[in-house]
Every structure is written in C-alpha cells, then in structure tokens.
C-alpha cells in the first residue's frame, strides 16, 4: 500500500524511463532458471518461475505477493488455473521465495504503465528488461492495490495461457495429431476424435522444456470458468483452526526472544542505560545498546519485556523536544500565509473563476491526524546468523527487498542471507522495509548473538514507533459561478509529499488548483491504506457537501452537475444513489451523506446513515457501497476487501488519533488509541459491484476513503454541524440543535 | 514450582514462573502458537482462551492463576480433527482476512453460544468485544447467527 509517487519516484530514480534502456541487458540470465531450480522436487516440472506441475497433477504457483490478508493470492491462482484450465481442486499457492528469480515482472509493466501513463511503451520494452527492472528495484512489494491488476493480469494469465500451450504442443506430439484437435479442460488434454485424454501430470516434464509463448492469446472473457467465482479462499481453513503460522509464531531450536525501545522522540539517540534492573529478571540473558534503541534479549518473551521495563535508559531528543501535534498545524498554517508552494498542479484560470462577478465563494479548512496502521500482529522478525549466513523470518510486504536491506545491514552480500517469508497479520502498509526500523534492529542483534532471535515489538513499541499516515491540513476555496456550478477549486495542503499521480480529483471543473505546503516533521510516515486517497478523500468529499449546501443543491445532484456525462464515476453515484434510497424518508434523527472517492484505479461511492447519540457519539447505523474495479476476480473477497475497508475508514473518523507532545507520541495501546469494534460497527454494509470491464482497478485500499466523508456528511444532515477535523469530536456534536436537522 | 493443569483435555504441567501471563505459558512453552499476542493489556480479545469454559484473555492472567483447571485454546476446538461448527461457518461465511484475530473471535463466539445459543444481535454485540482490524465484524456476526439458528 504503497503511493504510486514513491513508486514513481524509485523506478525513475533507477533511470530506466528515457534514452537509452533498451541497452540495458538482463545481466543475469541465470537467476529465473536458479529459481526454478530452487522450487523443483523429484517428479516436478517447473515451467517458469511462476509455476509447477507436479506428476499428480497438482500445480503449485509461487505468488510472489504476501499474504497480508488481502486474499490475493486466491485471486491470483484463479487467474493463473483460468487460462491453464486447472483442476482447481489440485492448485495450490506458497510464497515465492526471495530471489531474483521471482522478481516480479507483471507488477514492474503494470507500474510502469501507470506511471508513464503509456501502457504500450511499456509493452513495447523486452520481458528481460522488466524483469532486470523488477529485480533491480528489487521489486516484490505488495502493495498498491496491484497484486491482481498487475501481476494477476500481465503475469499470471499470461503464464498460466503459455503453459497450457505448451502441454498442449507436448500432447500434440505425443499423441501424432495437430494441435487444433486438441482441447483442455481440468488439467487434461483430450483429442475428442480418438476419446484419448492426457493428463498434464504426464505432460509436465516433457512440455517443461519447450519455450514458453511471450503472447500467448488469452481467453474470452464469457468463456471464463473460475474468474468471477467466488470460490473459497485457500488460507482460510488454516485461520480458524490455530494452525497457520505468522511470523509471531517462529519457533527455532535454542532461539532466544527479545524486545526493544527505540528513543521515544523520533531522532533521539541512546545516551546511556544501566544493564544491571533488566540483568536481574530471571530468564534475562542481555541487555544489547543499538544507536537509537535499547534491547533485551531473554529466555522468552516475558522476562525480556519484564528486563526492559525494568530499565531507566536515557535517550536524546535529535532536537526535535518541542513538536507537537499544535506546532505541525501551526507550521502547516505559517506555510500557507507565506504562500510559497512547493508544488503547484491543476488546470485552467483558477484567479480569473474566483473574481468572476456574482461568484460566491466558500472556503473552509480541515485537519487530520497521524493514523498508526493497528496490525494486529505486531512486529516480530527472527534471524539466525551461522558461518557467515544470514537467515530472516517475518511477514513483510517486500520479502526481496527485505533480504536486501537485511544484507546492507549484515554487511553480507545478499547471497550470503535468506528471507523466509512467514503469512502476515495484517499490513496495511506498515510492513514495506524502507520505512521500518526492525529489520535493522534484527540484524544487528543476530549479527551479535550465538542463537536465533526473534525480536518482538510490544504494542506500545507498534503504536509509538510507527510509520504513520501524515498528520495533514487542507484549506479549500471555491466559487460558486451563478449557474450554481464550481468555477473555480483550489486546494492548498500541506504534508510531507504531493498526492499528483496517486490522488485522484473525479470532477470535471473548468479551473482547479493544488498547492502542496512541503512539511516534514520528526515522526517516519509511510503508506497507510489508501495512502493519501484518505485524507484527500474527505478534504474534497466534505468540501464537496458544503458547495452543495451553499448552491442550495442536494449533495447527489451537485456532485452529478460536475461529473462527466456516461462516465463510470457518474454510474457509480447514481447507483449508490438507488440502492440507498437517497431521498427517501428515515427515521428522525437519523441522517444520510454521500462520498466518491477514486483510488488505485477503482471508483467507489458511499452513502453512510448515522445519527447523534445523546452523549455526542454518533451511531452508524447502515452503509451502502457501489464499487467499480473494472472485473472481479473473486466477489466474495472483493465484498470482504470494501467491507473491511469501510470499518477502517469509520474506524479512523470515530477515534483514532496518533498525537504528539514534546516530540513524543502520546498513545501506547489500544486503550487509547481504539480501534471500532463490533458494536460500534454498521450492522449492515450493502456492497454492490459494477463489472464494467474497464481498466481492473485495485480493492485492498480502495473502500477506505469515502467513509470518513460520508460519515461526516450524514452528521451534518443530522445536526447542521459540519465536521472539519478527525477523528469526529464527541463535544462538538453535542448540543446541536435538532432543530437544524435536514434530511 | 510446576503448576498442573488440562491443556485441550490433555494434563499438562507448566513449568514457567508462576507470574508469567498464561499467554506466554501455551505460546512459548507449549507451542500452541494458535493464541496470539495482541496486545498485553486484555483490550483486543487475540489471546482469548476458555478457563473453566470461561472466556478469559490469557495475557492478562497468570500461570499461577490457572492451577488445576481446564484450558481450552483455538487447537482444542476440533473434534477427531472435524472443526466445531463454528469454525465450520467461519469457512462457510468467509471470515478471516489476515486471520491474526480470529482464533480469539471464534473462541469469544464459542462461549457465547455455550451459554447464550440464540444470542441476539445485542448480546453478540456485548460479547464480541474482540478487535478485528481487516473488519470482518459483518461476517463474524452472519456467522454465529448462522450456528445459532437464528439468523
């Protein structure tokens, strides 16, 4: 979950977009045959890196995306048996191992393409180009919303339709007839003419040796047997009964157990600590110094954080002892008075539509907090160092660059270190290397200890060391020309990064402005869900509410004035719009608001009914989704996928804040950093796909951004108060007079 | 001091430090990595396990605590490795997305339906306290109901 900028920004900064790239050789041809070698047993046929047919007809695909429960990898095996006609009761799916070999090609094309906005150029440059691209970034994130858009569409299909040729030229030969005699279905070649019928378990070895087709040609979208089915996800039996094993879960011969604290403001160092309290809990074996951090590494996990408890370590500030929370506002403020931009973005005369004469004009201002990821495995990363090798177990969004990092800090050539990639729960973003200190943490304990250790974060460590979505403010200003539509939209923000190429504006204005205030704080922020389709998302989405008001139009109708005629965006509101009932009547006191937000290439709309507590506590009571992702590959995941994202956008709006004081992050737990639970939860979520067989968007992220705004919206249709700021003020609300209340 | 008590009907003999939370105990001494560490502080239900068929979120009790009683964790649900019929509508309903939380929801549910087994959706909500970040609260709820009959 990873911005396209940073994407963007890293593929660019390999310098493989502009003259000169086709020179560029895959250099290391050996790596996708190392890598089928790694994944070949006895009886087994590897036909690429992708893919093994064994000779019981079992298929095995190496996903080279993590479980971080997103279900992709059912998605992506779907795609995969699709076009190799698998018996799908004999596929199964394990996490490539980290290696070049497995670098992946698909999401390196599919990045690319996003972000050169020319998908045939991209086609245009040779596999072993991108796969030398994938390799070198090195690329295995997960993330991006893209595991099925890319890497399901540009290599799953395509290698899935590739091997099936290639049994199907093996069984041509062997059986003596021409190849357009032959037909596939449920892993076997059948000649209908003769009744005969091969099994690809008794085609693999040979047929493994033929080339495989870079274009091979794809099926027929109506001749499609399991894309578009819900089949049940493969990895779920394992979660209800205990036995799927998280990274948390490692368990070595003689491994020790350790937990950290890291200096409690970012950029402090380790000044000094006594040993000797942590040296004293039985079971407590060392007390190990780092640069910026003070571990404890002890018989199991229990007497390690008991010793680090017991610890008085005195760290540094880096200077950074009097950011807060109020200073970040008040610095994103001063930058916008002093009016020099870091970035500007947008189209048309945005000066000339704000004096037009009659226009009325509308501004309002909005803050957002820093927003912790909340994982619910918290980190926990084992290495082992022996004879000069390094091997690392964990749950990470990027096995490959993890192995890469683990290797810089190791000191080791990435040769010499191994990356066990273990199933994560849950991610959201929080687990990419570049933005997490763990790794680094890891590998200089294990670099220093005779034993495994498996370094474990408390949740205090999680919620105060976080990667954090930025804390970010927005000043909005538009004008209301005397047709009642926008003339002109400027959005003034002010962040650490710019949002142009990831965060996407749907309405179709004739002049619109966006200035980025570049502020940095000391906290490490990252890609958190939606990354910043969130906050952008309920700046415009809320904004978009109060034009609507202020033109006198109701919210569905104003948002329908400024979106293209027949667009998919126009389809997707009318139809929340319907299904919702918007319009109709509801109980009183109960009120509804509409968002649209596009992330990740999927448009979703939301209408949210809440009402206000007497306490000021707003009570959510149902929400309805319409979704556009172009196809769905697997509807049950897919609804689970906008489900869940639409708790954690509630979630954020209702309670969650990371603030700071003296530099510091105030929370430590789930006491006071809540996360919604069940009863605070919708009862019901309708969510309602579109297949308009458009371009395939992404779906982990995409539910997340239009539930804050849409719950704020449907609070000021209850109570006439607009909501600026989140997570939603419980005293603001309270008090309000009902008299004001619309519907 | 080794403390006796029944692991998933088996005894079992703890031999960790009496004060040592009994999520610690069954994860690292045990190996039943099924019950998971959430958060220490009994606010997100991940470590959920049955003491004397009561619901208890074992980070926050202790070994001593335990002594002479029976514990059920997530592996003991299974009867002659068919899953409880919870664990079978958790299947069916498509629960988990990462999964991590859902061995201490299916336990939170599993004492819920032993004592209350058409529980309404209020008293789903007064029990089902757990955290699921993925969001999964809407199939967690089609699912007990489903068990109960009473959907």
Redesign the interface.
């Known amino acids: 979950m990873m911005g396209m900028k940073r994407r963007a920004f890293l593929i660019g900064g390999a310098a493989v977009v502009g003259g000169g790239i086709f020179a560029i050789k895959w250099a290391d041809s050996s790596a996708a045959s190392a890598a089928k070698d790694l994944i070949s047993g006895k009886g087994e046929s590897a036909f690429s890196a992708w893919l093994k047919i064994a000779e019981d007809d079992s298929v095995t695909l190496y996903s080279p995306h993590a479980d971080i429960g997103q279900g992709s990898n059912t998605g992506l095996a779907q795609m995969l048996a699709e076009e190799l006609d698998a018996d799908w009761s004999k596929v199964n799916v394990v996490q490539a191992p980290a290696e070049g070999g497995f670098a992946n090609v698909g999401l390196g094309r599919g990045f690319l393409g996003d972000m050169t906005g020319s998908p045939g150029m991209v086609d245009a440059m040779p596999e072993s180009l991108l796969s030398f691209i994938a390799r070198a970034m090195p690329l295995q994130i997960t993330g991006g919303s893209s595991a099925l858009r890319f890497t399901g569409q540009k290599t799953m299909q395509v290698v899935g339709a590739a091997t099936r040729l290639a049994l199907v030229e093996t069984a041509a030969k062997r059986l003596g007839v021409p190849v357009t005699e032959l037909m596939t279905a449920d892993s076997k070649v059948l000649h209908t003419k003769s009744g005969k019928a091969l099994r690809y378990g008794e085609l693999a070895a040979e047929a493994a040796e033929r080339n495989l087709s870079d274009e091979p040609k794809l099926k027929d979208r109506k001749d499609y047997k399991l894309i578009g089915k819900p089949v049940p996800r493969l990895d779920i039996p394992a979660k209800v009964n205990g036995s799927i094993k998280y990274g948390m879960d490692v368990a070595l011969p003689d491994m020790r157990v350790a937990t950290i604290m890291a200096a409690p403001i970012r950029g402090g160092k380790l000044v000094s600590v006594d040993p000797a309290p942590a040296m004293a809990v039985k079971g407590v074996e060392k007390v190990i110094k780092l640069d910026s951090a003070v571990a404890v590494v002890a018989k199991g996990y229990w007497p390690a954080i008991q010793g680090l408890r017991a610890l008085s370590p005195k760290f540094s500030d880096g200077g950074n002892g009097a950011i807060s929370t109020a200073s970040i506002f008040a610095a994103h403020d001063a930058l916008r008075k002093a009016g020099k931009p870091n970035s500007k973005a947008g189209d048309g005369d945005v000066d000339a539509g704000m004096k037009a004469a009659g226009a009325k004009i509308v501004e309002a201002g909005f803050r957002v907090p820093f927003l912790h990821h909340a994982m619910m495995e918290p980190f926990a990363l084992t290495a082992h160092y022996k004879d000069g090798k390094l091997d690392i177990w964990g749950g990470m969004q990027d096995p490959l660059a993890t192995k890469m990092a683990a290797a810089k800090f190791a000191g080791l050539s990435a040769s010499d270190v191994t990356f066990h990639p273990m199933v994560s729960g849950g991610s959201f973003g929080r687990r990419l290397p570049m933005y997490v200190e763990i790794v680094e943490q890891v590998t200089t304990l294990a670099m220093q200890l005779p034993y495994p250790v498996k370094l474990i974060w408390s949740r205090e460590e999680e919620v105060q060391q976080g990667a954090y979505r930025p804390q970010s403010s927005a000043q909005l200003k538009a004008a209301i020309g005397a047709d009642g539509k926008i003339a002109a939209y400027q959005n003034d923000y002010a962040q650490p990064v710019d949002i142009e190429g990831e965060a996407t504006f749907i309405y179709d204005l004739p002049a619109v402005s966006r200035r980025l205030y570049k502020h940095v704080s000391n906290q490490t922020t990252g890609s958190w869900r939606s990354v910043n389709s969130t906050q952008h998302g309920f700046y415009n989405e809320c904004f978009m509410d109060e034009l609507a008001a202020a033109a006198g139009t109701d919210p569905v109708e104003f948002r329908r004035k400024h979106l293209k005629a027949e667009s998919r965006h126009l389809a997707v509101l009318d139809e929340v719009a319907r299904r919702s009932g918007w319009g109709t009547a509801l109980p009183e006191g109960i009120g509804r608001g509409i968002a649209v937000v596009e992330a990740f290439k999927t448009i979703v709309a939301q209408v949210v009914e809440a009402s206000v507590g007497e306490d000021g506590t707003p009570k959510i009571h149902r929400v309805f989704a319409v979704v556009d992702c172009g196809t769905t590959v697997n509807p049950v995941n897919a609804e689970n996928q906008i489900q869940g994202g639409i708790i954690m956008g509630l979630s954020t709006a209702m309670g969650e804040s990371i603030t700071l004081e003296n530099g510091a992050v105030l929370q430590s737990n789930f006491s006071d950093y809540p996360i919604l639970k069940m009863a605070a939860a919708p009862a019901s979520i309708d969510v309602h796909f579109i297949e308009s067989g458009a371009e395939m968007g992404g779906l982990g992220e995409p539910g997340v951004p239009p539930a804050a705004p849409a719950l704020a919206n449907a609070l000021f249709a209850v109570t006439g108060k607009r909501t600026r700021q989140l997570p939603i003020s419980k005293t603001f609300l309270r008090d309000v007079p009902q008299a004001d209340a619309r519907s | 001091m080794a403390i006796a008590a029944a692991i998933n009907g088996k005894p079992m003999v703890f031999t960790?430090?009496p004060e040592?939370?009994l999520l610690?105990a069954i994860?690292?001494?045990l190996?039943?990595?099924?019950?998971?560490?959430?958060?220490?502080?009994a606010?997100?239900g991940?470590c959920s396990v049955h003491v004397d068929g009561v619901i208890t979120r074992s980070c926050s009790i202790t070994v001593g605590d335990v002594a002479g009683k029976e514990i059920t964790?997530?592996?003991g649900?299974?009867s002659e490795g068919k899953?409880s019929a919870l664990?079978a509508a958790?299947?069916e309903h498509?629960?988990?997305?990462?999964?991590?939380?859902?061995?201490g929801q299916?336990m939170a549910a599993t004492a819920l339906l032993t004592s209350n087994p058409r529980p309404s959706?209020a008293d789903?909500?007064?029990v089902?306290?757990?955290?699921?970040?993925?969001?999964?609260?809407?199939?967690?709820?089609a699912a007990i109901h489903s068990v109960a009959g009473s959907a």
């Not at chain 2, 190996?31 to 502080?41: M, V």
């Open positions: 960790a430090d040592t939370p610690w994860r690292e001494d190996g039943l990595t099924g019950t998971k560490f959430g958060c220490g502080i606010a997100c991940a964790t997530i592996e649900l299974a899953p664990q958790w299947i498509q629960v988990p997305q990462c999964g991590y939380c859902q061995s299916i959706d789903i909500d007064a089902m306290t757990n955290i699921c970040r993925c969001g999964t609260y809407t199939r967690i709820r």
